[in-house]
């Protein structure tokens, strides 16, 4: 069964840090893999995206913060979240080239 399951998230004080994972039931090695995250209300939106070459491309909104990572060993994508703020408050969801999705983990960036 294709699956992919994110793990990682919680609660976390303004300026904290957070290390989300995704791992994936098959290989991932020629997939693109991206973070994305729905806040309450709000549409889903890019977070990051690694491709199979190893590139990356990050929202403006979190670049400088989050590091996007990939083990195709292991078939998991990591995403480092550092210096978190408020905003970034949402559920994270893992995907394999836009089109095979994880359940999500909820992070939540608050005193």
């Known amino acids: 069964q294709v699956q992919l399951v994110e793990s990682g998230g919680g609660l976390v004080q303004p300026g904290g840090s957070l290390r989300l994972s995704c791992a994936a039931s098959?290989?991932?090695?020629?997939?693109?893999m991206g973070w994305y995250r729905q806040a309450p209300g709000k549409q889903r939106e890019l977070v990051a995206v690694i491709t199979s070459g190893a590139s990356t491309i990050y929202a403006d909104s979190v670049k400088g913060r989050f590091t996007i990572s990939r083990d195709n060993a292991k078939n998991m994508v990591s995403l480092q979240m550092a210096s978190l703020k408020p905003e970034d408050t949402a559920v994270y969801y893992c995907?394999?080239?836009?089109?095979?999705w994880g359940q999500g983990t909820q992070v939540t960036v608050s005193s």
């Open positions: 995907s394999a080239d836009f089109r095979i």
């Open positions: 098959f290989s991932i090695r020629a997939y693109a």
